[in-house]
């Protein structure tokens, strides 16, 4: 790489990861030589990009647009310039900005187009023009709002004419209504120069903001935020993530404060948030919210055609719907900046939206609608795609595997152990792998009733709902009856079989609002429609499901010598498992029983301290056994496939049960033929 390209990766970089600079991959960045033009390519984000994020193209043919003849028909238009900017990419595999024209067209040899909160409160508010010369400086070349792309291009292009007609030089800074700021220079110190410069002036002049710390969700959200993300499912699950601050409260206090802040101000809010947003004061009862809302939905459905992405309830905060975990985190990003634009353009004459026709042309454009894909990224079909999964006991073992391979299969996922340490690990280990879907960890004791139900609602929070809760976290103290005392088996006991109990208990809640909205929408014969099915989009004949899954053991199925306390626990959690299926049948939930033959790769087995081959040696479990691996042989010896379970084993089970719709209240052995069911 040579050093201009690192220089030019370097600031890249540097701007993207800031959000007050550009969210979501936004803006572009460009390096020119005299027969060359690098330009951001479509679908790189700022923050994460590497010389393969740009496109390179031929400067001598990209001069041709500057003078091509097109046709007067704007989607016609567009497709001629698409030939003729493909004709001039040395780089095919990647898309070069819609902007490269408007990058050749300047002509220092770097620039950097940004969308800064601080710049955009100035550029989105009504008296903007009166404030460029004394905030920007004399030099700066404003432009009001024009259509981006093409248009963009040729009035950038007659006014930088005009420009030099007084100027040896072109302007530092080129700034466009409702839009963003471009920044050229030389080098990169000194874009970072103008920049850095122009963000301290607008810094300490900017009027301050209420805190947009997020604070407390109400706990109310875990009864309202399932059966609204079921609403919004229509064609396949959603994602929704809901936030609250002091900014986010004071555009939910009233319809007027919402006023403020109902239509778009940029290209991007429409890109990623859509033109339309719902809002509702929430006066009443949360059973009157969820009522009102279903029938806020569907109006708004009717009157723009498409489903909310935004919705702002007072009370509650500002919630995002996305296709994925990222594309949710994206939309609130995207909203809550704009709300401080439009904090700041009250020091500028007060918020200035884009008119119906700009908006229209953005939203029915090929170029934004390309970059709207590849930011939503593509989710796959499998089962498991885009499930907001709960693993209990996952922070190692035999739950962390489980997690991992859910998680790889596009899950999002719930960390829930109490273990701080491993858990926290194993989520910056999912969060680096840089995936469409999401993880966290909550700190979970699954003996604790009061902390189940704080896992709901922060799940609630992060997804929107839960479509798998996977009851794995187990302890087992083997013993027989001369050395097994009280405490050991209340213990043994409160975990593996009450603890269960306690987890269902709090997500049958959850999943049986999710349910409660699909009979909302039953027609008048009985049949559900606009139901989602499992992970595999809209479906008018399966419906929806959820799964509880109880990480049982073949130690349930048959009983365990000198392991009675474990074995106890685990058979009455099978009768758990067929009682909780009848019960929870009628609402589209599956309770079913997984039942793992022996991990002897796992540290529940193999720990050298307190793993079980260690237990059971100290206990006589294996007659003559003498050492460690004559235990774990004469376990071996038992399975008729000659192997422990391995988690790829159970992973596979875990999402036949998810995929089967006819399957409830069964006890599933994955034992290599260990136990063999009568």
Same mark, same amino acid.
């Given at each position: 790489?040579?050093?201009?390209?690192?220089?030019?990766?370097?600031?890249?970089?540097?701007?993207?990861?800031?959000?007050?600079?550009?969210i979501?991959?936004?803006?572009?960045?460009?390096?020119?030589?005299?027969?060359? &033009?690098w330009?951001k390519?479509?679908? %790189?984000?700022?923050?994460?990009?590497?010389?393969?994020?740009?496109?390179?193209? !031929?400067?001598?043919?990209?001069?041709?647009?500057?003078?091509?003849?097109?046709?007067?028909?704007?989607?016609?238009?567009?497709?001629e310039?698409k030939?003729?900017?493909?004709?001039?990419?040395?780089?095919?595999?990647r898309?070069?900005?819609?902007?490269?024209?408007l990058?050749?067209?300047?002509?220092?040899?770097?620039?950097?187009?940004?969308?800064?909160t601080?710049?955009?409160?100035?550029? @989105?508010?009504?008296d903007?023009?009166?404030?460029i010369?004394?905030i920007?400086?004399?030099?700066?070349?404003?432009?009001p709002?024009? !259509?981006?792309?093409? $248009?963009?291009?040729?009035?950038?292009?007659?006014?930088?004419?005009?420009?030099?007609?007084?100027?040896e030089?072109?302007?530092? $800074?080129i *700034?466009?209504? #409702?839009?963003?700021?471009?920044?050229?220079?030389?080098?990169?110190?000194?874009?970072?120069?103008i920049?850095?410069?122009?963000?301290?002036?607008?810094?300490?002049?900017?009027s301050?903001?209420?805190p947009?710390?997020?604070?407390?969700?109400?706990?109310?959200?875990?009864?309202?935020?399932?059966?609204?993300?079921?609403? *919004?499912? +229509?064609?396949?699950?959603?994602? &929704?993530?809901?936030?609250? #601050?002091?900014?986010?409260?004071?555009?939910?206090?009233?319809?007027?404060?919402?006023?403020? /802040?109902?239509?778009?101000?940029?290209?991007?809010?429409?890109t990623? @948030?859509k033109? #339309?947003?719902?809002?509702?004061?929430?006066?009443?009862?949360?059973?009157?919210?969820?009522?009102?809302?279903?029938?806020?939905?569907?109006?708004?459905?009717?009157?723009?055609?498409?489903?909310?992405?935004?919705?702002?309830?007072?009370?509650?905060?500002?919630?995002g719907?996305?296709?994925?975990?990222?594309?949710?985190d994206?939309?609130?990003?995207?909203?809550?900046?704009?709300?401080?634009i439009?904090?700041?353009?009250?020091?500028?004459?007060?918020?200035?939206?884009?008119t119906?026709?700009q908006?229209?042309?953005?939203?029915?454009?090929?170029?934004?609608?390309?970059?709207?894909?590849?930011?939503?990224g593509?989710?796959?079909?499998?089962?498991?795609d885009?499930?907001?999964?709960?693993?209990?006991?996952?922070?190692?073992?035999?739950?962390?595997?489980?997690?991992?391979?859910?998680? !790889?299969?596009?899950?999002?996922?719930?960390?829930?152990?109490?273990?701080?340490?491993?858990?926290r690990?194993?989520?910056?280990? %999912?969060?680096?792998?840089?995936?469409?879907?999401?993880? /966290?960890?909550?700190?979970?004791?699954?003996?604790?009733?009061?902390s &189940? +139900?704080?896992?709901?609602?922060?799940?609630?929070?992060a997804?929107?709902g839960? =479509?798998?809760?996977?009851?794995?976290?187990?302890?087992?103290k083997?013993?027989?009856? +001369?050395?097994?005392?009280?405490?050991?088996?209340? *213990?043994?006991?409160k975990?593996?079989?009450?603890?269960? %109990?306690?987890?269902?208990?709090?997500?049958?809640?959850?999943?049986?609002?999710?349910?409660?909205v699909?009979g909302?929408?039953?027609?008048?014969?009985?049949n559900?429609?606009?139901?989602v099915?499992?992970?595999?989009?809209?479906?008018?004949?399966s419906g929806y499901?959820?799964?509880? $899954?109880?990480?049982?053991s073949?130690?349930?199925?048959?009983?365990?010598?000198?392991?009675?306390?474990?074995?106890?626990?685990?058979?009455?959690?099978?009768?758990?498992?067929?009682?909780?299926?009848?019960?929870l049948?009628? %609402?589209?939930?599956?309770?079913?029983s997984? @039942?793992?033959g #022996?991990?002897?790769?796992?540290? *529940?087995w193999?720990?050298?301290?307190?793993?079980?081959?260690v237990?059971?040696?100290?206990?006589?479990?294996?007659?003559?056994?003498?050492?460690?691996?004559?235990?774990?042989?004469y376990?071996?010896?038992?399975v008729p496939?000659?192997?422990? @379970?391995?988690?790829? =084993?159970?992973?596979?089970?875990v999402?036949? /049960?998810?995929?089967? +719709?006819?399957?409830?209240?069964?006890?599933?052995p994955v034992?290599?033929?260990?136990?063999?069911?009568?």
């Amino acid at each position: 790489m040579n050093k201009d390209l690192k220089d030019l990766v370097e600031i890249s970089r540097y701007y993207g990861k800031n959000k007050r600079a550009v969210i979501a991959g936004g803006g572009n960045t460009s390096l020119k030589t005299k027969d060359r &033009l690098w330009v951001k390519a479509s679908g %790189f984000p700022l923050g994460t990009i590497d010389e393969d994020g740009f496109a390179m193209l !031929d400067r001598e043919k990209l001069m041709g647009i500057s003078t091509g003849d097109y046709s007067r028909d704007p989607f016609e238009r567009e497709r001629e310039i698409k030939v003729d900017l493909t004709a001039a990419n040395l780089t095919p595999e990647r898309r070069p900005s819609v902007e490269t024209s408007l990058h050749d067209l300047i002509r220092y040899r770097f620039v950097v187009h940004l969308h800064p909160t601080l710049v955009n409160g100035i550029m @989105c508010g009504n008296d903007v023009a009166d404030h460029i010369a004394g905030i920007f400086g004399e030099d700066a070349l404003y432009l009001p709002y024009t !259509d981006p792309g093409y $248009i963009l291009f040729k009035e950038i292009k007659t006014q930088l004419e005009k420009y030099r007609q007084t100027s040896e030089k072109d302007p530092s $800074i080129i *700034l466009i209504q #409702n839009h963003g700021i471009f920044v050229g220079a030389d080098s990169t110190q000194e874009i970072r120069k103008i920049y850095d410069g122009l963000f301290d002036k607008l810094r300490k002049d900017a009027s301050e903001i209420p805190p947009t710390r997020d604070t407390e969700v109400n706990p109310e959200i875990s009864n309202i935020l399932p059966a609204i993300r079921m609403m *919004l499912s +229509e064609g396949g699950l959603k994602t &929704l993530r809901v936030r609250n #601050n002091g900014l986010i409260e004071h555009f939910a206090a009233s319809q007027e404060d919402f006023s403020r /802040i109902s239509k778009p101000f940029t290209p991007d809010i429409i890109t990623y @948030c859509k033109s #339309n947003y719902l809002y509702t004061e929430n006066k009443g009862t949360t059973g009157e919210l969820i009522v009102e809302m279903e029938k806020r939905i569907n109006d708004f459905k009717v009157a723009y055609g498409y489903l909310p992405k935004v919705i702002l309830i007072r009370g509650i905060g500002l919630i995002g719907s996305g296709e994925n975990a990222a594309d949710a985190d994206i939309i609130l990003d995207i909203y809550e900046d704009k709300m401080q634009i439009a904090w700041h353009s009250e020091s500028f004459g007060g918020p200035h939206p884009m008119t119906p026709e700009q908006i229209q042309f953005i939203d029915t454009w090929e170029v934004e609608n390309y970059r709207r894909m590849t930011a939503t990224g593509d989710s796959g079909k499998g089962i498991v795609d885009q499930r907001t999964v709960i693993v209990t006991g996952a922070a190692m073992g035999f739950g962390a595997g489980i997690a991992r391979g859910l998680f !790889d299969m596009g899950a999002n996922l719930v960390i829930a152990d109490i273990n701080e340490e491993e858990g926290r690990k194993n989520k910056q280990e %999912f969060d680096g792998l840089g995936k469409k879907n999401q993880a /966290i960890f909550i700190h979970t004791d699954v003996s604790d009733p009061a902390s &189940l +139900e704080n896992l709901m609602h922060e799940t609630v929070k992060a997804f929107g709902g839960v =479509d798998v809760y996977i009851s794995n976290a187990g302890i087992l103290k083997a013993g027989g009856l +001369e050395e097994m005392d009280a405490d050991s088996f209340d *213990l043994v006991t409160k975990i593996n079989y009450n603890a269960y %109990f306690y987890g269902v208990k709090a997500v049958s809640r959850i999943m049986k609002l999710q349910h409660s909205v699909i009979g909302m929408r039953a027609d008048g014969s009985g049949n559900e429609t606009g139901n989602v099915s499992a992970g595999q989009g809209a479906s008018d004949t399966s419906g929806y499901f959820s799964d509880i $899954i109880q990480i049982n053991s073949k130690s349930g199925l048959s009983g365990s010598k000198k392991n009675f306390a474990y074995a106890g626990g685990k058979f009455g959690g099978i009768g758990l498992t067929q009682s909780f299926a009848l019960e929870l049948a009628p %609402f589209n939930i599956k309770v079913n029983s997984i @039942c793992p033959g #022996n991990f002897f790769e796992g540290p *529940l087995w193999a720990d050298p301290e307190k793993g079980l081959f260690v237990q059971y040696l100290q206990a006589g479990k294996v007659p003559g056994a003498k050492k460690l691996e004559e235990v774990r042989q004469y376990y071996e010896s038992q399975v008729p496939l000659g192997r422990g @379970c391995r988690v790829e =084993d159970v992973i596979k089970a875990v999402s036949y /049960i998810m995929e089967q +719709e006819y399957e409830t209240g069964q006890a599933i052995p994955v034992t290599g033929g260990q136990i063999m069911l009568n």
